[in-house]
């Protein structure tokens, strides 16, 4: 069974650009998270995604955002970028809620 | 503020030696445990996670004790290798859903040959 797939591995943006992250969960999976994890604040909560719908948001400026489609695939938007917004973001599924979180690699975003 | 605070921030153990990592939280409504190990330029891998119903969880090499009353939780590496040598962080999550995880800092664990 293949794993939660993140792409790209790495991008490099320009302050005040936007960016697109992709995250395809474990086959059959319907629940999509985001995290950010960054030397000072470690692993923090973005958002959380079940069915297309959005169920819970971290403690996050307005500026990130996401989506998931009806095949459970998932896309995290980052607009007017800062250079405090450098960090690997991570993309955890699970099949339900409640049950454990598989994370992906982690795209590794730098801010320019 | 951190919802769940770990300790050690690092930690040296010899091979053969027994890792331990501690945990404690203060939200009762965590009733989700789970602890993952991550290696440089990887994502982070569920290693084992506890309920709230037992105090004891063994997997392999690994257990996690759970203290409800004391709201603290820890891993145990029995038998440390060196390939166990990483960050580990422990996690707490509650009734909205296990994906909505409150991480520990992580602890950099090293063994030495």
């Known amino acids: 069974k293949a794993g939660v797939t993140q792409t790209p591995r790495y991008l490099i943006k320009t302050r005040g650009q936007q960016v697109t992250l992709s995250c395809s969960p474990i086959?059959?999976?319907?629940?999509v998270s985001w995290y950010q994890q960054t030397p000072g604040q470690g692993l923090q909560f973005l958002f959380e995604?079940?069915?297309?719908?959005?169920?819970n948001k971290g403690n996050f400026p307005g500026r990130f955002s996401g989506r998931q489609f009806s095949n459970s695939r998932s896309e995290m938007n980052v607009s007017t970028l800062e250079l405090g917004d450098s960090a690997l973001y991570l993309c955890a599924s699970s099949p339900w809620a409640g049950t454990e979180a598989f994370f992906g690699q982690g795209t590794r975003l730098t801010v320019v | 503020q951190q919802q769940v605070k770990q300790s050690p921030q690092s930690l040296i153990v010899q091979k053969g030696g027994i890792s331990i990592i501690n945990c404690a939280y203060e939200?009762?409504?965590?009733?989700?445990f789970p602890w993952y190990q991550q290696f440089p330029g990887k994502g982070p891998a569920l290693l084992i996670a506890i309920r709230p119903d037992v105090s004891e969880k063994k997997e392999g090499r690994f257990t996690i004790s759970f203290n409800k009353s004391a709201k603290q939780f820890s891993l145990h590496i029995m038998d440390s290798q060196p390939g166990d040598s990483a960050t580990y962080f422990c996690a707490a999550s509650g009734l909205t859903g296990a994906n909505n995880l409150f991480f520990g800092t992580g602890t950099r664990l090293t063994v030495i040959p």
């Open positions: 995604y079940f069915s297309e719908t959005q169920r």
């Open positions: 086959s059959g999976h319907r629940s």
């Open positions: 939200n009762t409504a965590f009733d989700y």
